[in-house]
């Protein structure tokens, strides 16, 4: 298990996501332009998903991987329903809504460095899993809204339409993108991953180590943030749900794994979907379909507690779990 944590923590994407905590700490002056951030983020989702369509032109589907994404796309509903019942004790529903899809969606930066740390490990993983990711966008932020909708007064000013919602859930520019590269790259196969191989291979640890440099940055900011913000939820409550969340809804899709037989790298990205949570698409959707949420509920305990978390010390330790739980 030392060895596991061993090798996550000396790898060079890691390390960069604490040097940019580190950074914003010191109160340095280090900074990533926001169109190079936003560069970066659509280089990672284009070269997971055109790889994961190359690796999903090459492998057979059948009855195990359809039942696999049914089981993710089963996750993304459960979780949030969940994680409602559980907040709403002590939420105002809107706030529970959007928390619960938050942790039910996903975190698509999570993902790509996970498959950058099985990449790094030699364990292989099925192309199919980037479908999963795409697949589990989506279901979440409809049951939020939904049950935000059957637990609050109905009136005017919360009101939010169909086509709007289906845009931000579905037609989400982070979303589009991956699917797109996705079915691209099923489509190409293994001939178009060798006329675009050198841009999305020998580039992609690079340019993930200075996305995650930018997210460091960003989480510890919002980390900061917390503590200047009066809401209903405390900072050590805060702290705990979202260390807890990610825990739980990691156990519930290593239990799934299990019973899927799933191999070990499948199993690992399947966990991280799980225990991931959403701090772009999410958001996204929820400023326009119910902007009485606070972000500074939701997104600060996505962003400044869960996703350092899972990057840190989740990805080891749910490895871990799977290595003893599956032999």
């Not at 996501?17 to 900074?31: C, I, P, Q, T």
């Not at 589907?61 to 994680?83: D, E, M, Y």
């Amino acid at each position: 298990m030392d060895s596991l944590f061993l090798t996550n923590l000396t790898s060079p994407p890691l390390l960069f996501f604490l040097l940019g905590a580190v950074a914003a700490w010191v109160r340095s002056d280090l900074e990533i332009p926001e169109q190079i951030a936003k560069f970066l983020s659509l280089y990672l989702l284009f070269s997971i998903g055109f790889k994961g369509g190359v690796a999903l032109s090459e492998s057979q589907l059948g009855a195990a991987v359809a039942g696999t994404l049914l089981v993710a796309v089963l996750l993304s509903v459960l979780i949030p329903l969940a994680v409602f019942y559980l907040l709403r004790r002590s939420l105002p529903a809107a706030d529970a809504a959007a928390t619960a899809a938050t942790y039910g969606s996903i975190s698509a930066v999570t993902f790509v460095t996970c498959t950058s740390y099985l990449d790094t490990e030699g364990i292989a993983w099925s192309g199919y899993l980037v479908a999963a990711m795409a697949l589990m966008e989506s279901p979440a932020i409809i049951v939020g809204l939904l049950l935000y909708r059957m637990y609050s007064a109905a009136d005017d000013s919360s009101r939010f339409y169909a086509r709007d919602l289906f845009r931000e859930s579905c037609l989400n520019g982070s979303v589009f993108l991956i699917v797109g590269s996705l079915i691209i790259g099923w489509i190409t196969g293994p001939s178009g991953k060798e006329s675009v191989g050198p841009f999305v291979d020998d580039l992609f640890i690079g340019v993930l180590c200075l996305f995650l440099l930018d997210m460091g940055i960003v989480a510890m900011r919002r980390l900061q943030d917390m503590s200047d913000q009066a809401t209903d939820m405390s900072v050590p409550a805060m702290l705990r749900w979202g260390l807890a969340l990610p825990l739980a809804g990691g156990a519930l899709a290593l239990a799934c794994a299990y019973l899927l037989e799933l191999p070990e790298g499948d199993a690992l990205l399947l966990v991280v979907l799980a225990a991931s949570a959403s701090y772009i698409a999410v958001p996204a959707a929820m400023r326009l379909a119910l902007p009485e949420a606070r972000p500074g509920i939701y997104l600060a305990m996505s962003l400044a507690i869960t996703f350092p978390f899972n990057l840190v010390l989740g990805i080891p330790l749910y490895h871990q779990s799977i290595r003893w739980l599956m032999g």
